[in-house]
């Protein structure tokens, strides 16, 4: 059995408003926010790294969790953002958390990063009996063209963590868990130069490759919608249970045009979804474990409530998982 020992979030400082970029990209009054439903997303500073997003959430997520007995074996980061290339950014986190002879991951899956990382994580925290800390981070301001309304307007800076520890007890806060792929839309989304198809070079920078691209907008829509649908029902159908047992729904937060539409179609209304899109706008995988953080912190997810996780990204990647809040 696996149990949900505690969370954590970081955010930077600096707040960019949709009005802001508005005026940027020469884009009507109100354009970015009735689209996407954000009105300010969080931005990191010239000095700040994904590295230390994912050390302030994972400190915050360690010190909650209090005394657990155990040690921490495993860290797995969540990004597509990693500090560089190579080498991976978690063993660095690792290090600056003090966490010895810990395993240490890199994770690119995109949005569904934090839900894979989960995944694991369980898989890990059962066989091998020892804590695992995930962390979701991305400092996406750093892969957008700050010309591009597609993105610009989208994508955020954050991360949140999570830390899980093996159980005796009969009851297991990881309800069901469900991952999935359809590779044959890996274009939709994409950094075109950077990798080993594409080296960057002085060319591919100055045609803008090396940035984020995003295409057929409403084509894009529709996949999400269908896949964060999918990965809800599968999650709920393997939980043994419906959308009208969830307490909460907390969706990858794309935007709140594709909360709407599949909250629709599962049958959660506003009442029962946690949204944090307005503020903190998209960051990826971090977005779930963000507004799980926060919305514990505010008192509105109390233990022994059920929440259903649901994501989808670049790839095409989806997941879906039903967690218990733990009782103690």
């Known amino acids: 059995m696996t149990r949900i020992a505690s969370v954590g979030h970081a955010v930077p400082d600096c707040r960019v408003t949709s009005a802001e970029l508005e ?7 109100g354009w970015i926010e009735r689209r996407t439903g954000i009105r300010e997303r969080r931005q990191a500073a010239a000095d700040e790294a994904t590295s230390d997003l994912a050390v302030r959430a994972g400190a915050m997520a360690l010190q909650n969790a209090g005394t657990i007995g155990i040690p921490v074996g495993l860290l797995l980061l969540a990004t597509s953002t990693p500090d560089h290339l190579l080498p991976p950014t978690a063993p660095l986190v690792a290090h600056r958390l003090g966490l ?10 995109a949005c569904g990063g934090f839900l894979a990382a989960l995944a694991l994580g369980h898989s890990y925290s059962v066989t091998q009996r020892c804590a695992v ?15 591009d309304p597609m993105t610009a307007a989208l994508f955020a800076d954050g991360a949140g963590a999570m830390v899980l520890t ?23 989304i994409i950094i075109p130069a950077g990798g080993s198809r594409e080296p960057t070079t002085g060319d591919s920078v100055a045609l803008g490759r090396h940035w984020m691209q995003m295409e057929r907008g409403p084509d894009l829509f529709r996949l999400a ?8 029902e599968v999650a709920l159908q393997w939980a043994g249970l419906t959308s009208a047992d969830i307490d909460w729904w907390v969706p ?13 179609r599962l049958g ?3 009442e029962r979804t946690i949204s944090i899109v307005e503020e903190y706008g998209n960051s990826s995988a971090a977005s779930i474990p963000l507004a799980l953080s926060l919305a514990w912190l ?14 989808a990204g670049a790839g095409l990647v989806e997941a879906g998982a039903v967690i218990r809040w733990p009782r103690n």
């Open 23 to 29: 005026v940027q990209l020469g884009l009507e009054a």
């Open 298 to 311: 505010d008192g509105r997810i109390q233990p022994g409530q059920r929440i259903l996780l649901t994501a």
């Open 100 to 109: 010895s002879h810990c395993g240490a991951i890199d994770l690119a899956n």
């Open 133 to 147: 800390l995930i962390i979701a981070a991305n400092v996406l301001s750093r892969r957008i063209n700050p010309a």
């Open 225 to 232: 919608v269908r896949s964060m649908v999918r990965a809800g």
């Open 166 to 188: 093996p159980s005796d007890d009969s009851e297991n806060d990881i309800l069901a868990l469900h991952l999935d792929s359809n590779g044959a839309h890996y274009g939709q």
């Open 252 to 264: 990858h937060q794309a935007n709140a045009r594709i909360t709407r539409e599949v909250g629709e």
């Open 268 to 270: 959660i209304g506003d």
